[in-house]
């Protein structure tokens, strides 16, 4: 059994400038993560509010007059010997930043931010800032126009994430929906994964989300390097944390982990519910997607326990249902 140990929480500013480049700080030598590149701030102490903690830190870090604004997402993540809880906070500001403990700082343009070697917990936040917070996945087609239809209204509304999913479909009938279905995504430049299938999904030039049954398949590790090497997105099904750090070790960028809620698709599974969420997300550091019984309208939820955002069947198809 895991003792308990306290959770320390930490609030980090994402500060931009006039060309929304983000300001990143590089950890000083002899502490933890030194080099380490990370969004300013520090620990909030006993007493303190978290938004006077990230006022004191980037006074005394950075010499600016911080307003704290809206919250990103919160992150619980454990490191060795430790649990953070990494609260990312959006900050507008006064005067000019400076390195006053001798730390590098970086503007850098969002898009690039992944090139900076960041801490576990900082990959959930920058997945937070620059990656959709929706993922779509498809019911089975009943009618091959329809389901079409819904995917283009679906996209319309803004989904750039979408997993192309069908179980008991024709192979031939269900190539031909994939292909319709990646020229509708690339059109919007969405981004689209294909549930299960390996092969099919490299011959269509697309990603692969893996069912969890997957995950535990040894013989799949060759295929996988494979499709990240022709640059193509791998994502998995999770349940609990056992295949969180096994998507992990496959190589995912993104995965999905739920059921939260008991749902119609899975009928008599208990959802694990937001706190259990958390608790399990701090194993990895991936982002990841809440899923079951959950819509739009959960994402700030979702945000708040360290989630990406929420996949969805129902709660993100036009009509909300197949
Ligand atoms: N500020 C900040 N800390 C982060 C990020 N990501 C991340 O894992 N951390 C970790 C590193 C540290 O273990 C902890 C923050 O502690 P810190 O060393 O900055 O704390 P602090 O500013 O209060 O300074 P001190 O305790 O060294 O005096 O959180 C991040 O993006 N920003
Ligand atoms: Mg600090």
């Not at 959709?132 to 996209?155: M, N």
């Not at 998507?247 to 519910?273: D, K, M, N, W, Y």
């Amino acid at each position: 059994m895991v003792v308990a140990m306290k959770q320390i929480h930490v609030v980090a500013g994402v500060i931009r400038d006039a060309r929304g480049r983000i300001l990143l700080a590089r950890r000083t030598e002899g502490r933890d993560l030194a080099g380490l590149w990370e969004f300013p701030g520090g620990k909030v102490e006993a007493g303190e509010s978290p938004e006077d903690a990230l006022i004191r830190e980037l006074h005394e870090e950075l010499g600016i007059q911080a307003t704290v604004g809206a919250s990103l997402i919160r992150v619980p993540q454990q490191y060795p010997g430790k649990r953070l809880l990494l609260d990312a906070r959006h900050v507008e500001f006064d005067g000019v930043p400076e390195g006053l403990d001798g730390q590098a700082l970086a503007w850098v343009p969002q898009g690039d931010l992944a090139d900076y070697p960041m801490p576990p917990a900082d990959v959930p936040v920058v997945a937070a800032l620059t990656q959709p917070d929706r993922y779509l996945v498809t019911p089975a087609p009943g009618d091959d126009e329809a389901w079409l239809t819904s995917l283009a209204d679906a996209l319309a509304h803004g989904v750039r994430r979408v997993q192309l999913r069908a179980r008991d479909v024709e192979a031939r009938r269900w190539r031909g929906l994939v292909a319709r279905a990646v020229a509708l995504s690339r059109r919007v430049g969405a981004e689209v994964l294909l549930n299960g299938d390996i092969a099919q999904a490299r011959e269509a030039g697309i990603g692969v989300h893996l069912r969890s049954a997957q995950l535990h398949d040894a013989a799949l590790q060759a295929s996988l390097d494979d499709m990240r090497a022709a640059g193509h997105a791998i994502a998995a099904s999770c349940h609990d944390a056992g295949d969180l750090q096994r998507a992990e070790a496959l190589g995912c960028s993104f995965v999905v982990l739920g059921p939260l809620q008991a749902t119609a698709s899975h009928p008599g599974q208990p959802g694990i519910g937001w706190d259990a969420f958390s608790g399990v997300r701090e194993h990895v550091s991936l982002p990841i997607y809440a899923i079951g019984g959950l819509a739009p309208v959960d994402i700030a939820d979702a945000r708040t326990h360290g989630a990406q955002g929420i996949a969805a069947i129902r709660g993100l198809w036009p009509g909300g249902n197949a």
